[in-house]
């Protein structure tokens, strides 16, 4: 029943438009997709997410929506135009429709070999076979079963009115092969996603899937490939350009390639004349990682290191296609809020976060500093990461946006966790567990064993030369933090204990500060370490640092003796494997139960650090290193790894 009224209904537009002069049905049909636009919400918002993937930033949030927009007025002008297929002629054609390289179509077709015109959802495609038969040429037509069967037959006796032969999809190789060798002219849409069989090709800068079905033919057959493309000029009036015979190299790739670089040229002059709704890049093995930083060195270096976890992931799922170019790119971004109680209020919005919110995003603008507003929404990615309570509400607004995995690291403040993809948080912030939840038991690093290699290979640059032959302990010395407060007395019996087992082992100290370490403490170190002979490395990282000086101190080490008062710089000590001694600073305000406190007593529980008093640290070392130390390899990255595994598609 629904087949008979579809195909009854065509047959009654296509009737009545014909007493309507074409330029008034097209103005009404301009103005029916303008409406249509807000009809299909879901069609519009993918051909905008389409517009950034392949533009990025070379489009403004306003421009892709116009585009959109004129995307919708000129599918349905093609569809008016479609109804007047069974009334069009040569007079139409030749007062509407301009063609330029039609002499390239008869020099092929001298050749008696066949032709395929290989084109693209560009302009109105389906008029451009209409031109073809009133202009006399032999085509065949490959099309797609429509499933309510009177409407399939009714198109595709339109299609064919004037001799075109229209062949459907499914099992067409042998029926295209028999077009070709009686040397007809045959029409393929070569811009779609591939299923079995395709090849990847670089397309806006991004590999797609793509059919090679035009080149097989062609190089089994010997029939020539002319590009063909229609662009609407405006209103009725069309420009059909054929352009150069496509040269078929040595692989297929090479010649999909060519017709790819003109198609997107095409689509760059003509953005709103290409079929946007179309997933062309689904499958596609390059993803973008977007970072979003809130401007904390801790926060930036975790999330860092879950975007090498994550690239990792991708890069071993596709392997096996030997792809030569990187597929992976992470890109940063710092975001920057308007002041403390936009940052408030933003984390509270992201409740509100949907897909509804994809090309909008308008909201952020009230809550960003300008410039930072600006570069997040022309932002696209596939995987969206941050760590950090203030970043987790513009973490799932981007990731709506971009229709990508959201990742985030630590707390998510107003927004419940189960809105994001995957949340790690350490067991220390006591968060009930949920499925998309990963709980570990240090905070997330970059140290592994490529990390820490890189950083001794750096050490070694700067002229350090520190002997393989000697006993290594290495000292990383953090700073005051809003809790604890790292004081000259604690330093002072530190250095003491480290220089004192350094004489009697003839050991060496490598040693470092960070950015949080106070002037006073600076100078201390200065005056007991620098220039002294059990210490070949001492880097004040506020005056000069080595990059990956800390992956390096770690890979030298046999010992590492670390300050406790940042989780950040402990996690990296236990991630490398070596024996941990941690001191505790002073406390600013003593607290029995504090997430620093639960934090390292976790971690000693589990063995993989010791909590020592200065006073302890010469007696441990030396218990260390007379009952080896065998390495605990630290897991969490791994079964993080097998997480992320199940999320990435």
Request: glycine share 6%; aromatic share 10%.
């Amino acid at each position: 029943m629904l087949d008979y009224l579809l195909s009854s209904t065509i047959k009654f537009l296509s009737f009545f438009v014909s007493f309507i002069p074409i330029r008034i049905s097209l103005f009404f049909a301009y103005c029916l997709g303008k409406v249509f636009y807000y009809l299909f919400p879901q069609k519009a918002k993918l051909a905008y997410l389409n517009l950034k993937l392949a533009f990025g930033d070379k489009l403004s949030l306003v421009e892709r929506k116009r585009i959109v927009k004129e995307l919708f007025c000129n599918l349905f002008m093609n569809v008016i135009e479609f109804l007047y297929f069974p009334y069009m002629d040569k007079n139409y054609i030749e007062k509407y429709i301009k063609i330029s390289g039609e002499e390239k179509i008869k020099k092929i077709i001298e050749r008696k070999k066949g032709l395929i015109f290989l084109t693209a959802h560009f302009g109105n495609w389906e008029l451009s076979s209409i031109v073809a038969q009133i202009k006399g040429y032999p085509i065949t037509v490959l099309a797609r079963q429509q499933k309510p069967q009177r409407l399939n037959l009714l198109l595709n006796r339109y299609r064919s009115r004037l001799g075109a032969e229209v062949i459907m999809r499914g099992s067409e190789t042998r029926e295209l092969l028999n077009c070709l060798r009686r040397n007809r002219i045959v029409g393929i849409l070569g811009d779609q996603k591939s299923g079995k069989g395709g090849i990847l090709v670089e397309f806006f800068s991004r590999l797609a899937w793509t059919p090679v079905g035009a080149i097989k033919l062609s190089r089994y057959t010997g029939a020539g490939i002319l590009p063909v493309f229609i662009i609407r000029e405006k209103g009725p009036y069309h420009r059909i350009e054929i352009l150069d015979e496509l040269p078929i190299g040595e692989s297929e790739e090479s010649s999909l390639k060519q017709f790819h670089i003109l198609l997107e040229d095409y689509v760059k002059r003509y953005p709103s004349q290409w079929l946007w709704f179309h997933r062309r890049w689904k499958g596609s093995p390059q993803k973008d990682i977007i970072i979003l930083s809130d401007g904390k060195a801790g926060h930036l270096n975790q999330a860092r290191a879950l975007a090498k976890l994550t690239k990792e992931v991708i890069e071993e799922r596709f392997k096996n296609l030997n792809i030569k170019k990187e597929i992976v790119k992470i890109r940063e971004m710092e975001i920057k809020f308007r002041n403390i109680l936009a940052r408030f209020l933003v984390n509270f919005l992201g409740i509100f976060a949907r897909e509804s919110c994809r090309g909008c995003l308008r909201c952020l603008r009230f809550f960003l500093e300008k410039d930072s507003f600006s570069q997040l929404i022309s932002l696209y990615g596939d995987v969206i990461i941050s760590c950090g309570v203030n970043l987790s509400a513009i973490n799932l607004f981007l990731a709506k946006e971009n229709q990508a995995k959201s990742f985030i690291i630590m707390k998510s403040g107003f927004v419940p966790l189960k809105r994001f993809d995957l949340a790690v948080i350490p067991l220390h912030d006591r968060i009930k567990p949920f499925k998309n939840v990963m709980i570990t038991q240090t905070a997330l690093n970059l140290i592994d064993e490529e990390t820490m290699k890189e950083g001794i290979e750096n050490i070694q640059k700067e002229g350090y030369r520190i002997r393989k032959d000697k006993v290594k302990i290495g000292l990383l010395i953090g700073g005051n933090t809003k809790n604890y407060i790292l004081t000259n007395e604690v330093m002072e019996k530190i250095v003491t204990e480290l220089l004192k087992i350094a004489q009697e082992l003839d050991a060496h100290l490598l040693v470092t500060t960070s950015r949080r370490t106070s002037k006073e403490i600076e100078t201390l170190v200065k005056d007991r370490l620098l220039n002294n002979s059990f210490c070949p490395l001492l880097i004040i990282a506020n005056e000069k640092n080595i990059e990956k000086a800390v992956p390096g101190i770690l890979g030298l080490s046999d010992i590492v003796v670390v300050s406790g008062e940042s989780i950040s710089m402990v996690s990296e000590a236990v991630s490398s494997g070596k024996p941990v001694l941690v001191f505790m600073t002073k406390e600013r305000i003593f607290k029995k139960d504090t997430k620093q406190k639960r934090f390292l007593e976790n971690l000693r529980n589990k063995g993989y650090i010791d909590l020592v008093t200065p006073e302890r640290i010469f007696e441990r070392i030396r218990d260390l290193l007379n009952h080896p130390y065998k390495n605990r390899i630290f897991e969490e990255k791994e079964l993080l790894y097998e997480r992320i595994k199940k999320i990435i598609p």
